[in-house]
C-alpha cells in the first residue's frame, strides 16, 4: 500500500512539474516581450523577497547542512545574491535596447539591428552546496531577459526549497516563476524548456545534457573540477596562506570554485605550512560551533573519510590543521586537513574533493606548473599568487580555465560586470551581469530593406553587365 501512495505521490510531482511548464509556455506565448518596467518590478520583487526574509533563508539553508555558518550564508549568499539584482536592475534598460550594426555593401541604404529577446520558459536546477546564490543568481538573469523561471533545488536543500517556493509564490503568479519541491531531477530536466541551466557534479552534467538533446533544448552547465592555486616565490607565503585557506574552508570546502590543490615554490613549502597551523586555531577555535559547517550528509563524509585515508595509506603526510579538533560523525564536522607529498596516484587528486582536505604540491619553476595543469582537464576557477606581471602573464596565457583571480581565490564570481562559465570538464555557457542577460536572450537579428533595393540589379536572366558589377565588387578593396 505505502508504494502505491508513493507512486501516487511522485505521478502528482510528475504531473505538477508538466502542468506548471504548461502554464509557463502559454503565459510566454501571450506575452512574449515584457516590458522594461515589468522586468524591474520583477526584479524588485524578488529583492525584496530576499532581504525581507533574510533571517529565514539562513536558518532553512542551516537547518539542510545540519550546520551551516550564519554569517557564511550572509556574505557568500544573500548579499551576494543581493547586490547581484540591485545591480542588473541598474543596466536591465539599456542591455534591451536594439543594437546598431553596419550594413553590407550591396544593402547599403537599409538598416541592421539586433533585439535581445526572451527565450520563453526556462529550467533552473541548482546544488545544495550554495542552494540560494546558485538559484538566484541565474533566476536573476533570466528575469532580465524577460523570461518565465521553474526551480528544481537540490534533494539536500528542501527546507530552502519549501520556503522559497512559499515566498516567492507570494509574489510571483506560477506562470512566470515557481520552485517545485520533490520534482524528480529525470522529470524536470526532460521537459522540453527554451534553456535549460545546471550547477552540480560533471556526471550528473552529462545526465542533462543527453535528456536536454532530447528537445534540443540549450544548456548552460556549471560543473566544477579541480581548481589549481599557484604560489609564486616572489609572493609571501604566510600572505597567501591567509587568503587562501580563506577561500579553502568556507562551507567546509564544499565549494565549487574552492581551491582544490596548491601548488607552492619547493623554496616556500614550509613558510606556507607553518603559516597554516598558526592561522586555523585562531579562526576555527571549535569546529563543533555554528560558525563550522558540517559536511552535507553521511555519504559525503564518508567519502571524505576514505580519502584522506587512502592518501595516508599511499604515504602523503597527513598535517591536521587544527591539532585538538577530532571527526564528529554525528554532526558530519570534518577537522581541516593538509596533504603534502601527494602523488597522482591519490584518490585526493583524481577528484574534485568538495571538502576540507588541502593537498600541496611542491614545483621548481613555471614550466613545471603549466605542464601539469594542462595535462588535466580545464578547471573552472584558476589562482595566481605573484607580484611579478611576468610570471602573472606566463600563467594566464599558458593555461586555460572558466576564470581567474590574481592574488586570491574565487572573488571573481563576485564581479558582477564579468561573465561566470567554465569550459570543457567544468562547464559551458556562462551568466552574471550582461552576459547572463544574453544567455538567456535570443539575439534576434533584424534587417530593413531599403525603398531602392540595389539587389534587382542582380535579377536574372545575367548578361555581361551582371558580370562586370560581380567583377567589381569582388575585386574592390574597401
Same mark, same amino acid.
Given at each position: 500500500?505505502?508504494?502505491?501512495?508513493?507512486?501516487?505521490? &511522485?505521478?502528482?510531482?510528475?504531473?505538477?512539474?508538466?502542468?506548471?511548464?504548461?502554464? !509557463?509556455?502559454?503565459?510566454?506565448?501571450?506575452?512574449?516581450?515584457?516590458?522594461?518596467?515589468?522586468?524591474?518590478?520583477?526584479?524588485?520583487?524578488?529583492?525584496?523577497?530576499?532581504?525581507?526574509?533574510?533571517?529565514?533563508?539562513?536558518?532553512?539553508?542551516?537547518?539542510?547542512?545540519?550546520?551551516?555558518?550564519?554569517?557564511?550564508?550572509?556574505?557568500?549568499?544573500?548579499?551576494?545574491?543581493?547586490?547581484?539584482?540591485?545591480?542588473?536592475?541598474?543596466?536591465v534598460k539599456r542591455w534591451m535596447a536594439p543594437q546598431k550594426r553596419h550594413v553590407s555593401v550591396l544593402f547599403?541604404?537599409?538598416?541592421?539591428?539586433?533585439?535581445?529577446?526572451?527565450?520563453?520558459?526556462?529550467?533552473?536546477?541548482?546544488?545544495?552546496?550554495?542552494?540560494?546564490?546558485?538559484?538566484?543568481?541565474? &533566476?536573476?538573469?533570466?528575469?532580465? +531577459?524577460?523570461?518565465?523561471?521553474?526551480?528544481?533545488?537540490?534533494? %539536500?536543500?528542501?527546507?530552502?526549497?519549501?520556503?522559497?517556493?512559499?515566498?516567492?509564490?507570494?509574489? /510571483?503568479?506560477?506562470?512566470?516563476?515557481?520552485?517545485?519541491?520533490?520534482?524528480?531531477? !529525470?522529470?524536470? =530536466?526532460?521537459?522540453?524548456?527554451?534553456?535549460?541551466?545546471?550547477?552540480?557534479?560533471?556526471?550528473?552534467?552529462?545526465?542533462?545534457?543527453? =535528456?536536454?538533446?532530447?528537445?534540443?533544448?540549450?544548456?548552460?552547465?556549471?560543473?566544477?573540477?579541480?581548481?589549481?592555486?599557484?604560489? @609564486?616565490?616572489?609572493?609571501?607565503?604566510?600572505?597567501?596562506?591567509?587568503?587562501?585557506?580563506?577561500?579553502?574552508?568556507?562551507?567546509?570546502?564544499q565549494t565549487c570554485l574552492a581551491p582544490d590543490y596548491v601548488m607552492v615554490h619547493e623554496g616556500k613549502r614550509?613558510?606556507?605550512?607553518?603559516?597554516?597551523?598558526?592561522?586555523?586555531?585562531?579562526?576555527?577555535?571549535?569546529? +563543533?560551533?555554528?560558525?563550522?559547517?558540517?559536511?552535507?550528509?553521511?555519504?559525503?563524509?564518508?567519502?571524505?573519510?576514505?580519502?584522506?585515508?587512502?592518501?595516508?595509506?599511499?604515504?602523503?603526510?597527513?598535517?591536521? &590543521?587544527?591539532?585538538?579538533?577530532?571527526?564528529?560523525?554525528?554532526?558530519?564536522? /570534518?577537522?581541516?586537513?593538509?596533504? &603534502?607529498?601527494?602523488?597522482?596516484?591519490?584518490?585526493?587528486?583524481? %577528484?574534485?574533493?568538495?571538502?576540507?582536505?588541502?593537498?600541496?604540491?611542491?614545483?621548481?619553476?613555471?614550466?613545471?606548473?603549466?605542464?601539469?595543469?594542462?595535462?588535466?582537464?580545464?578547471?573552472?576557477?584558476?589562482?595566481?599568487?605573484?607580484?611579478?606581471?611576468?610570471?602573472?602573464?606566463?600563467?594566464?596565457?599558458?593555461?586555460?580555465?572558466?576564470?581567474?583571480? $590574481? %592574488?586570491? @581565490?574565487?572573488?571573481?564570481?563576485?564581479?558582477?560586470?564579468?561573465?561566470?562559465?567554465? $569550459?570543457?570538464? =567544468?562547464?559551458?555557457? !556562462?551568466?552574471?551581469?550582461?552576459?547572463?542577460?544574453?544567455? /538567456? =536572450?535570443?539575439?534576434?537579428?533584424?534587417?530593413?530593406g531599403p525603398k531602392l533595393p540595389l539587389l534587382k540589379m542582380f535579377y536574372p536572366p545575367y548578361t555581361q553587365?551582371?558580370?562586370?558589377?560581380?567583377?567589381?565588387?569582388?575585386?574592390?578593396?574597401?
Amino acid at each position: 500500500m505505502a508504494q502505491t501512495v508513493q507512486h501516487r505521490d &511522485l505521478a502528482t510531482v510528475e504531473n505538477e512539474a508538466q502542468r506548471i511548464f504548461k502554464l !509557463q509556455r502559454e503565459a510566454y506565448l501571450r506575452h512574449p516581450y515584457p516590458s522594461v518596467d515589468e522586468r524591474i518590478d520583477s526584479l524588485r520583487k524578488l529583492e525584496r523577497v530576499l532581504v525581507d526574509n533574510t533571517a529565514a533563508i539562513a536558518e532553512a539553508i542551516n537547518a539542510d547542512f545540519g550546520h551551516r555558518s550564519v554569517e557564511e550564508t550572509e556574505v557568500a549568499e544573500l548579499f551576494t545574491s543581493i547586490d547581484g539584482v540591485r545591480d542588473t536592475r541598474k543596466h536591465v534598460k539599456r542591455w534591451m535596447a536594439p543594437q546598431k550594426r553596419h550594413v553590407s555593401v550591396l544593402f547599403a541604404t537599409g538598416s541592421n539591428r539586433v533585439i535581445p529577446m526572451p527565450k520563453g520558459v526556462v529550467g533552473i536546477v541548482s546544488p545544495w552546496n550554495y542552494p540560494l546564490f546558485l538559484t538566484i543568481s541565474p &533566476l536573476t538573469s533570466i528575469l532580465a +531577459a524577460g523570461n518565465r523561471a521553474m526551480i528544481k533545488m537540490a534533494s %539536500n536543500s528542501q527546507h530552502l526549497a519549501r520556503l522559497l517556493a512559499e515566498k516567492l509564490g507570494a509574489v /510571483f503568479a506560477e506562470d512566470q516563476v515557481a520552485v517545485l519541491p520533490g520534482v524528480r531531477a !529525470q522529470d524536470f =530536466s526532460t521537459l522540453p524548456f527554451d534553456h535549460l541551466i545546471f550547477t552540480g557534479s560533471a556526471d550528473a552534467g552529462r545526465t542533462v545534457m543527453r =535528456s536536454a538533446a532530447e528537445n534540443l533544448t540549450p544548456v548552460t552547465l556549471e560543473l566544477g573540477g579541480k581548481s589549481p592555486t599557484i604560489v @609564486c616565490d616572489d609572493f609571501d607565503a604566510a600572505e597567501a596562506a591567509s587568503r587562501i585557506l580563506y577561500a579553502k574552508y568556507l562551507n567546509a570546502g564544499q565549494t565549487c570554485l574552492a581551491p582544490d590543490y596548491v601548488m607552492v615554490h619547493e623554496g616556500k613549502r614550509e613558510a606556507f605550512v607553518a603559516a597554516a597551523k598558526r592561522i586555523m586555531p585562531e579562526r576555527y577555535p571549535d569546529i +563543533a560551533s555554528q560558525q563550522y559547517t558540517s559536511v552535507i550528509d553521511d555519504k559525503s563524509y564518508n567519502r571524505l573519510r576514505a580519502t584522506l585515508e587512502d592518501a595516508r595509506a599511499k604515504g602523503a603526510e597527513i598535517i591536521p &590543521l587544527i591539532p585538538s579538533a577530532t571527526f564528529d560523525d554525528k554532526l558530519r564536522k /570534518f577537522p581541516p586537513h593538509m596533504i &603534502l607529498d601527494v602523488t597522482d596516484d591519490m584518490v585526493v587528486m583524481q %577528484n574534485e574533493i568538495f571538502g576540507p582536505l588541502l593537498p600541496v604540491k611542491t614545483y621548481r619553476d613555471l614550466d613545471e606548473v603549466v605542464a601539469y595543469v594542462n595535462s588535466k582537464d580545464r578547471p573552472l576557477g584558476f589562482y595566481v599568487f605573484t607580484n611579478s606581471q611576468a610570471a602573472e602573464d606566463k600563467l594566464l596565457y599558458s593555461t586555460i580555465s572558466g576564470g581567474v583571480t $590574481i %592574488n586570491n @581565490c574565487m572573488l571573481h564570481v563576485a564581479q558582477h560586470d564579468m561573465p561566470f562559465g567554465g $569550459i570543457g570538464a =567544468s562547464g559551458m555557457g !556562462q551568466y552574471h551581469g550582461h552576459e547572463g542577460f544574453l544567455e /538567456f =536572450s535570443k539575439l534576434r537579428p533584424v534587417f530593413k530593406g531599403p525603398k531602392l533595393p540595389l539587389l534587382k540589379m542582380f535579377y536574372p536572366p545575367y548578361t555581361q553587365k551582371h558580370r562586370k558589377i560581380l567583377d567589381l565588387l569582388i575585386k574592390h578593396k574597401p
